[in-house]
């Protein structure tokens, strides 16, 4: 090879064009080892709770090199953890160092402390091998106009985010792992897929694989087990973050060593406020997904895969409501900045082919479908999180993901536990099932996770957001992408953009 080409120019070339070879671990130096120039060189982009909670799997990963991570918060404590210290004691374990910050009382996070951590891990994991430490920024156009050898990034960003980094990175050449949704607009999500079939690099949203429960009821679905499917319900604990009834109106200083015009991105300007950031994101219009974005994605998404659902013709949405008293007199609230505290969500897929036309509801906050008769009588409880299909033969009532499922024929036969094994049966020869986003970077097949996978069902989400910010009833031109029955909903479709975020 020619010194005059650089490794991210070769591996790029090769990959586009389907000849990438990968030469045997143990030519290279033993089993499991990898040389430095074969790594995978990414840039770690968003380093918050859940960024942190992931950090290991990328760090012990041996086909990965974090080069650069990147984040508008410099370094604080004041992050929110799903438990106390959760967090610090998980990067604690990263560093082996059961001492690390003790006496902090809050949740770190920040680029700083990103940098921290992957350059002692390297340091203390990878002693024997030579690689440049980690560079840290905060905005990350800058990391990809600067990073010119990098291969590709992972996106831990705020929901509103996940569209433009993954499309100035795919516009680069540089493959993407993103924690999910694609994007909290429509039309986003929309182009985001466009920009991947474009730039054909290897792409991977990581719900993939968590709901192969539901994955396997489908299959049994499919095969008939419950007669024609009429009706899908699936409910969850979320949110387990506050949801605000309104925006706030104080004005605290922004947090020193925090960028709030980068962390804003493309959202519409406003003062900063903490109600907005760190994890509390997902309940806002602007920032976030919702509940269904944060869960729905990992357990209906294998479920549109299976049953080939497509996108939601119609879509309507029942959300709670506040009131407050205005000069002695009482009102709801109107809130069209936040998602309400509890909601049911009701999408509507056409028939196709030999399946009929099926109704898929969303529960959140609280709110629970009311059981069918089979059910009922054999006193089933409804846990706090699950999943139910409801057929003209039976029902199918498992876990949120697909866990335990048992199958309900009647009110007299006791309920029967799924048999995967005739399930599995009707998916041999199917194959590709495995393939890694990791092998796609290096030439492989796709991965099934792939962006391309998830247009229906980010399409999905993102119609549920729509319907409960309209208040009503709406239908949906897939082809057109406009709403015919509400057009001034339309809107709800896309983003108003700050100047120079356009995508």
């Not at 009706?231 to 387990?240: A, D, F, G, M, Y």
């Not at 529960?363 to 059981?371: E, I, N, Q, V």
């Amino acid at each position: 090879m020619s010194s005059s080409i650089d490794r991210r120019t070769f591996v790029g070339s090769a990959v586009a064009s389907g000849v990438f070879t990968i030469v045997p671990r143990h030519v290279l130096g033993g089993a499991g080892h990898v040389p430095p120039s074969s790594k995978i060189r990414l840039a770690h982009i968003g380093m918050g709770t859940q960024g942190f909670h992931e950090l290991g799997g990328l760090l012990a990963e041996p086909e990965i090199q974090i080069v650069a991570v990147c984040d508008p918060n410099t370094d604080s404590n004041d992050y929110v953890a799903w438990s106390k210290h959760s967090v610090r004691n998980r990067i604690r374990t990263y560093l082996g160092d059961p001492s690390w910050r003790e006496g902090a009382s809050g949740c770190p996070g920040g680029r700083e402390v990103g940098r921290y951590v992957v350059d002692a891990y390297y340091a203390k994991q990878r002693g024997s091998e030579k690689f440049k430490a980690c560079t840290a920024y905060a905005d990350f156009r800058e990391l990809l106009d600067t990073e010119k050898d990098l291969d590709a990034v992972k996106v831990m960003t705020p929901d509103h985010l996940h569209a433009a980094v993954a499309i100035a990175a795919m516009k680069q050449g540089k493959h993407v792992l993103m924690h999910k949704p694609i994007a909290n607009r429509l039309a986003e999500g929309r182009r985001v897929l466009q920009v991947a079939r474009e730039s054909q690099v290897a792409t991977h949203l990581l719900a993939y694989g968590a709901g192969a429960g539901n994955a396997r009821i489908a299959r049994h679905v499919r095969q008939g087990a419950i007669g024609t499917l009429r009706e899908i319900h699936n409910w969850t604990n979320r949110p387990v973050w506050p949801q605000y009834a309104q925006i706030p109106e104080d004005r605290p200083p922004v947090p020193q060593g925090f960028d709030w015009d980068l962390w804003l991105g493309p959202a519409a300007d406003r003062p900063y406020h903490p109600h907005y950031t760190h994890t509390v994101f997902r309940g806002w219009y602007d920032f976030g997904g919702g509940s269904m974005a944060d869960m729905g994605i990992y357990s209906l998404w294998p479920i549109f895969t299976e049953l080939e659902l497509g996108v939601p013709v119609s879509a309507e949405a029942w959300g709670t409501h506040t009131c407050a008293i205005v000069d002695y007199v009482s009102r709801p609230v109107r809130n069209d900045a936040a998602y309400p505290a509890a909601c049911t969500i009701r999408l509507r897929f056409a028939a196709e082919g030999d399946r009929a036309g099926v109704d898929l509801f969303w529960y959140d906050g609280g709110m629970k479908p009311r059981l069918p008769d089979s059910l009922e009588a054999h006193n089933v409880e409804v846990t706090r999180e699950g999943i139910l299909f409801v057929g003209d033969d039976g029902a199918i009532l498992a876990g949120f993901r697909g866990e335990n499922p048992l199958r309900f024929t009647s009110r007299e036969q006791p309920a029967e536990p799924l048999d995967d094994s005739a399930a599995d049966a009707g998916r041999a020869g199917s194959g590709r099932r495995g393939s890694s986003w990791i092998q796609a970077v290096q030439g492989g097949e796709p991965s099934l996770g792939c962006f391309l996978n998830a247009g229906a069902i980010t399409d999905a989400v993102n119609l549920g957001t729509v319907a409960l910010r309209a208040g009503k009833r709406i239908v949906f031109d897939s082809h057109t992408m406009k709403i015919p029955n509400a057009p001034e909903t339309n809107r709800f479709l896309v983003r108003e953009y700050r100047r120079g975020w356009e995508l």
